[in-house]
DNA sequence: TATACGTGGTT
DNA sequence: TAACCAAGTAT
């Protein structure tokens, strides 16, 4: 018998609702942001999880997780740490402007709130970096509002359970009302959890494990042996392929050429080596001789970067020169680093591998 | 509504 | 391997 969340009793629904938070106290996960059992919830900590876990696996976050909360165990400390410092700390965490937003909402709150979290998705969702996903989520699981996220896992758990045609994004919106009609006023919070771990790992993007799904006998997808088609999705864009020159300029003592990137856009706020625009047109070696930060002599390294954004692909060719004392003319807003003191730099991970291949092909010759 | 915004794991 | 995918938000 398929659920039709629209027309069903508030008994039916109910007891659909039921059957899957049974399931979740049968399958529950120990994550370290969730409470255990007896502890009470921490809205600093699920709210810091759910910035980290926008769209980005439990895997990657977990370390990250705790290597915050070890450093900055209240938002009252997060809030008075340095921007650079949470940068730092977020590294190769990627999406660089929610660890903007992450620093800006705990001083929100620490001024504004008086270092507690708001209960209300309303005032929650006026938060930096908190949409409405994230605002559903923190009111369902840290303050026990009947309030439903809609993420992905849920997305697709709806789409397929009321065999949802529309495709996304507008898929996502349809997929709330029905969730909100399933969610219940006790427990919202494990409902919303437990329907994102029935996305997760059994209503999966592919081959879904429908066997162990407490809602096989409602769903809809299913019944119509179409699971793995939900949700429609529309065509993908091919990524663009970008070139780009980047300059590994050393000085004599070792200390390199940094960049701050500016505050918005792309790697927002993060440590850079200067570079290039990076463009779809390949550059020459006589641009990029133009394009260096310093007149100096330059060699181009064997190899090349490869890295994927979300919307295109880069190659980077990396150039590396080597300059005595104290030009008198460079920089814009570069300036020298210690070689020691990279590390302690907020670089991303295609900077990163810049820096691994510039120093793995130091004192080659360059072709 | 459409696009910009990272990275790592899976298939 | 290239494509796909992940607990979305801001503009």
């Known amino acids: ?24 106290d049968r399958n529950r996960r120990d994550l370290p942001w969730r409470a255990g059992p007896g502890e009470s919830v921490d809205p600093y900590r699920v709210w810091l999880s759910e ?26 400390a997060l809030a008075s740490a340095e921007l650079d410092a949470v940068l730092h700390a977020w590294q190769g965490l990627g999406y660089y402007a929610r660890a903007r937003n992450l620093h800006a909402c705990a001083k929100r709150v620490t001024t504004q709130f008086g270092g507690r979290f708001p209960a209300s998705e309303a005032e929650l969702a006026t938060l930096p970096g908190v949409g409405p996903y994230t605002a559903a989520a923190i009111a369902a699981i840290a303050f026990g509002q009947a309030a439903t996220p809609v993420d992905g896992n ?20 349809e997929a709330g009302r ?30 879904p494990a429908c066997a162990l799904c407490p809602w096989i006998d409602a769903c809809n997808a299913r019944s119509l ?39 918005s856009g792309l790697l927002g706020g993060m440590a850079e080596f200067p570079s290039t625009d990076w463009r779809e047109e390949p550059w020459t070696d006589a641009e990029a001789r133009r394009a260096a930060p310093v007149a100096i002599r330059w060699r181009r390294l064997p190899g090349t970067i490869e890295h994927g954004f979300t919307h295109f692909r880069l190659e980077l060719t990396v150039w590396s020169g080597r300059i005595d004392s ?3 003319a460079i920089l814009g807003n570069a300036r020298w680093c210690e070689a020691g003191a990279l590390s302690g730099l907020a670089l ?11 120093m793995e092909h130091s004192g080659e010759t360059g072709t």
């Open 225 to 263: 042996g179409r699971a793995e088609e939900f949700p429609r999705r529309p065509a993908k864009r091919a990524r663009p392929l970008r070139h780009g020159v980047i300059f590994w300029t050393e000085r004599t003592d070792g200390s390199v050429l940094v960049q701050r990137r500016p505050e």
């Open 178 to 207: 029905l969730a909100a009609r399933l969610t219940p006023k006790e427990r919202p919070g494990d409902f919303a959890q437990a329907m994102m771990d029935l996305g997760a790992t059994v209503c999966t993007p592919r081959r």
């Open 326 to 328: 104290h030009p008198a």
């Open 51 to 76: 910035i980290m876990l926008q769209q980005t696996t439990v895997a990657t976050v977990t370390s990250y997780f705790a290597d915050f909360t070890n450093r900055w165990p209240t938002v009252e």
């Open 1 to 24: 018998m398929t659920a039709s969340l629209l027309t069903d009793s508030l008994r039916k629904r109910a007891a659909l609702a039921g059957r899957l938070l049974a399931w979740y």
């Open 154 to 173: 849920i997305a697709r758990v709806m789409a397929r359970l009321c065999a949802i045609e529309i495709p996304l994004p507008a898929a996502r919106s």
């Open 348 to 358: 991303p991970t295609l900077m990163r591998k810049v820096a691994r291949h510039a």
